[in-house]
């Protein structure tokens, strides 16, 4: 999930469409929904859209596809400019691919895979640090995430400090599928090629809050100073779950 403006929200499928709305507390103004590709073929492998990140100065926008190994990059107006498969992905589970991924604000790419690299290894997860426009020809260095036992990696956000805010989700059985959600901080001037990049527990979602499948995680600033994080879930077309807007208001003294 995106903010392009200071009154809307931008969320992004795994079936390639963008959804464009205001935000609750705003003036109504027209949904947006748009596919981000013309053709239909190959719906979910050529659409499987995981991560997004934002430039909030030329308004690109970058998206993680699962199960092509590549980042794509779109205009401000959501048409594609550009592709590119990364090599250093290939080994990624096809169905487990960049599920988080960031534009620091000093322009480097931050991506994390929901794998985990081995057995007995729950809490470790594959991750790349790009240089720069992933979609151009730029090496990732390799790296080592690890968050909580158990978790994966759904999206994360950065904070006006420079760290970021990552959601970790849990599938917790038996049928039907509930999930369990955690909310880590960590900070990528920490991150080494090669060596671990580990995250703190900020917080549990848990009750009362509603739980369901989050996946999306956009922060802001706001006028009066606040600072907020919109969280958002995909239902997955399950009649079990829901999809939910939180806003949450971060108290940066707990930080």
Same mark, same amino acid.
């Given at each position: 999930m995106l903010i392009p403006q200071s009154d809307?929200?931008?969320?992004?499928?795994?079936r390639g469409y963008s959804l464009e709305f205001s935000k609750p507390d705003a003036p109504r103004m027209p949904i947006r929904i748009n596919p981000l590709l013309?053709?239909?073929?190959?719906?979910?492998?050529?659409?499987?859209?995981?991560s997004a990140t934002r430039d909030p100065q030329s308004g690109l926008v970058w998206i993680g596809l699962e199960g092509r190994d590549a980042f794509a990059?779109?205009?401000?107006?959501?048409?594609? *400019?550009?592709? /590119?498969?990364?090599?250093e992905m290939a080994k990624w589970p096809q169905n %487990?691919?960049?599920? =988080?991924?960031?534009?620091?604000?000093?322009?480097r790419?931050?991506?994390?895979?929901?794998?985990?690299?081995?057995?007995? *290894?729950?809490? /470790?997860?594959?991750?790349?640090?790009?240089?720069?426009?992933?979609? %151009?020809?730029?090496? =990732?260095?390799?790296?080592?995430?690890?968050?909580?036992?158990?978790?994966r990696p759904t999206d994360m956000a950065q904070l006006p400090d420079g760290r970021v805010l990552i959601i970790v989700r849990r599938l917790v059985w038996p049928v039907p599928a509930r999930f369990a959600i955690k909310i880590l901080i960590a900070d990528p001037?920490?991150?080494?090629?090669?060596?671990?990049?580990?995250?703190?527990?900020?917080?549990?979602?848990a009750d009362p809050w509603p739980v369901d499948n989050y996946e999306g995680l956009a922060i802001e600033q706001q006028t009066d100073g606040k600072l907020i994080a919109w969280i958002i879930s995909d239902e997955n077309g399950a009649v079990t779950q829901r999809v939910l807007l939180l806003k949450v208001v971060i108290d940066e003294s707990k930080l």
């Amino acid at each position: 999930m995106l903010i392009p403006q200071s009154d809307r929200l931008l969320a992004l499928s795994d079936r390639g469409y963008s959804l464009e709305f205001s935000k609750p507390d705003a003036p109504r103004m027209p949904i947006r929904i748009n596919p981000l590709l013309e053709d239909s073929a190959r719906l979910k492998d050529n659409r499987d859209v995981e991560s997004a990140t934002r430039d909030p100065q030329s308004g690109l926008v970058w998206i993680g596809l699962e199960g092509r190994d590549a980042f794509a990059r779109h205009g401000p107006d959501m048409q594609r *400019q550009n592709f /590119r498969q990364i090599p250093e992905m290939a080994k990624w589970p096809q169905n %487990q691919g960049p599920e =988080a991924m960031l534009r620091l604000r000093d322009g480097r790419f931050v991506a994390l895979c929901e794998c985990n690299p081995g057995w007995f *290894q729950g809490g /470790r997860h594959p991750a790349l640090l790009i240089g720069g426009d992933p979609t %151009q020809d730029i090496a =990732a260095s390799s790296f080592t995430f690890v968050g909580i036992d158990g978790y994966r990696p759904t999206d994360m956000a950065q904070l006006p400090d420079g760290r970021v805010l990552i959601i970790v989700r849990r599938l917790v059985w038996p049928v039907p599928a509930r999930f369990a959600i955690k909310i880590l901080i960590a900070d990528p001037a920490e991150i080494e090629p090669g060596k671990v990049w580990q995250a703190r527990e900020l917080a549990d979602l848990a009750d009362p809050w509603p739980v369901d499948n989050y996946e999306g995680l956009a922060i802001e600033q706001q006028t009066d100073g606040k600072l907020i994080a919109w969280i958002i879930s995909d239902e997955n077309g399950a009649v079990t779950q829901r999809v939910l807007l939180l806003k949450v208001v971060i108290d940066e003294s707990k930080l």
